[in-house]
């Protein structure tokens, strides 16, 4: 969750500033890309480049939790303006420096992305520009990410002299050990092609094709049982932090547990059946 390479959200003239300031932090809509059960959240600090400043920290972290008591079936987390997220508002850290200020704002930002980890829907990036520090960071939790051929990624703190140590956290879980390490220390950017390979992202686009591949996407998971999906979803990052035999325990329990659940037993009569389930 460092901040950016550039002071990002500092930048805009206050002209700019003053004509969003009653503009909504982060717009939510349902149903979206013509899907119902899919729920899209957008990130609306366009001309401050999505910079995290903490009134969208608070605003994204309360979406979140609303939309993981809802009936959305899968979650997009997208962006206004040219880029994705270019990390913290600097300015904003800059402006009162103390050892407890920085403890509880990286404490507030590490919540709003966990919530992302443990919610029940699969939350899938829409990543159409640059994402930096806490903006890569964002783009490492989301359980899937679609990017365009554009989309740039970096975590660039150490170039300002701060490690984006939270940044690594998700980071690390996402790309091999040596890229990650290549990343952070660095700084330097990596295109989205190179995303693709080291496992950052699931899928690469051009840049007019990124709402059909993230419709596509968002489709077939809403397809399937809520059930399955969320027990799924749970089971795949617990089981991740566990010894193997632990982690077959659980397994078996989940399975136990979900072929009990009526998509299940139904699903399967359907196969021997050969027909379609309901």
């Known amino acids: 969750m ?146 365009a051929d554009s989309a740039r990624f970096a975590v660039s703190g150490i170039n300002l002299g701060l490690f984006c140590s939270t940044p690594s956290v998700p980071l690390t879980r996402n790309v091999s050990r040596k890229a990650a390490f290549e990343m952070l220390m660095t700084g330097e950017f990596i295109d989205a092609q190179k995303a693709l390979r080291e496992g950052l992202v699931n899928r690469v686009v051009p840049a007019d094709a990124l709402d059909a591949e993230v419709t596509a996407l968002a489709a077939s998971i809403c397809a399937k049982p809520r059930e399955a999906v969320a027990a799924g979803k749970g089971l795949f990052y617990w089981q991740l932090e566990m010894g193997i035999e632990a982690a077959y325990q659980l397994a078996g329990q989940t399975m136990a547990c979900n072929m009990m659940t009526d998509p299940a037993l139904d699903g399967v009569q359907a196969f021997i059946d050969k027909r379609g389930a309901k």
């Open 2 to 147: 460092c901040a950016a390479a550039v002071e990002s959200s500092s930048s805009s003239s206050s002209a700019a500033e003053a004509s969003l300031e009653h503009a909504p932090l982060v717009e939510v809509a349902h149903d979206a890309y013509g899907v119902p059960g899919v729920a899209r959240l957008t990130l609306n600090r366009p001309d401050a480049f999505n910079a995290l400043s903490e009134a969208l920290i608070d605003a994204v972290h309360t979406e979140l939790a609303a939309l993981a008591r809802s009936d959305a079936r899968v979650v997009v987390i997208a962006a206004a303006g040219r880029a994705f997220c270019a990390g913290h508002d600097l300015k904003e850290m800059r402006a009162a420096p103390s050892l407890d200020y920085y403890k509880q704002l990286f404490a507030r930002c590490s919540k709003m992305m966990l919530a992302i980890q443990t919610m029940p829907q699969p939350v899938i990036a829409r990543v159409h520009g640059v994402a930096t520090a806490a903006g890569c960071q964002l783009v490492a939790m989301c359980d899937l990410a679609v990017a």
